[in-house]
């Protein structure tokens, strides 16, 4: 049972590029989120999906798209980086509202 | 909009003291969680609350929630190196629905 994963670990992209950040769980959760964490601060939410299919905003939404096709899968996608998207970059999953959050490992991305 | 604020934001404490973290949040919401991370590591669910008047313990940790007043404490029993790590709490933006608010986080750092 890996739990949450996360693909890749690290990445550096120059301003203007696009990528693809691959998130999967293999615990057969409804929920699953998106979030980025600055220095000194607490996690911010960017995207969610309560079901295969769904997705909707969260706090800090803006140059940002999200897809879950798969249930188990759920992917954040930038079209276009900005140095402001440096960060270190979270996927979780839940099997309900009430229940604890699981995390990946994280994405540590760097836009130069 | 919700606001969660945690105090202190840094806490150096020796071995086999007690003390308490604080979590106040500005809006009514029933749902509360805290998580621990480790330098460069993610994050790892400690407790759930899910109740006004809640508190779960584990260990030398024991969480309370107090939805009256909106705050939860985190209290630490005698404190040991290996409780060294940043506590974050995280409150349900508008109870049930999954977004996560989180805290600033408070970095402990125990010391012998």
């Known amino acids: 049972n890996a739990g949450v994963t996360q693909t890749p670990k690290f990445r550096v992209l120059k301003t203007g590029q696009s990528m693809t950040l691959l998130c999967a769980q293999d615990?057969?959760?409804?929920?699953m989120y998106w979030y980025r964490q600055d220095p000194g601060m607490g996690l911010r939410l960017i995207h969610y999906?309560?079901?295969?299919?769904?997705?909707a905003k969260g706090e800090v939404p803006d140059g940002y798209n999200v897809s879950r096709l798969k249930k188990q899968n759920f992917l954040l996608g930038l079209e276009s980086a900005a140095p402001s998207q440096t960060s270190v970059y979270f996927c979780?999953?839940?099997?309900?509202?009430?229940?604890?959050?699981?995390f990946g490992p994280g994405t540590r991305l760097t836009v130069t | 909009e919700l606001k969660v604020e945690q105090n202190p934001l840094f806490l150096s404490m020796q071995e086999g003291k007690n003390y308490t973290i604080y979590c106040n949040y500005s809006?009514?919401?029933?749902?509360l969680y805290w998580y621990r991370q480790d330098p460069g590591k993610s994050l790892e669910s400690l407790f759930v609350?899910?109740?006004?008047?809640a508190v779960k313990q584990e260990g030398r940790l024991m969480a309370s929630l107090d939805t009256k007043a909106r705050l939860s404490t985190l209290h630490i029993t005698a404190a040991v190196h290996d409780l060294s790590a940043t506590y974050f709490c995280?409150?349900?933006?508008?109870?049930?629905?999954?977004?996560?608010?989180f805290g600033q986080g408070t970095t402990l750092q125990v010391k012998p």
């Open positions: 979780a999953s839940s099997r309900d509202l009430s229940y604890e959050q699981y």
């Open positions: 615990m057969n959760h409804e929920y």
């Open positions: 999906s309560v079901g295969e299919g769904t997705t």
């Open positions: 809006t009514t919401s029933d749902r």
């Open positions: 609350l899910l109740s006004n008047g």
């Open positions: 995280a409150v349900d933006m508008r109870g049930n629905t999954g977004k996560l608010i």
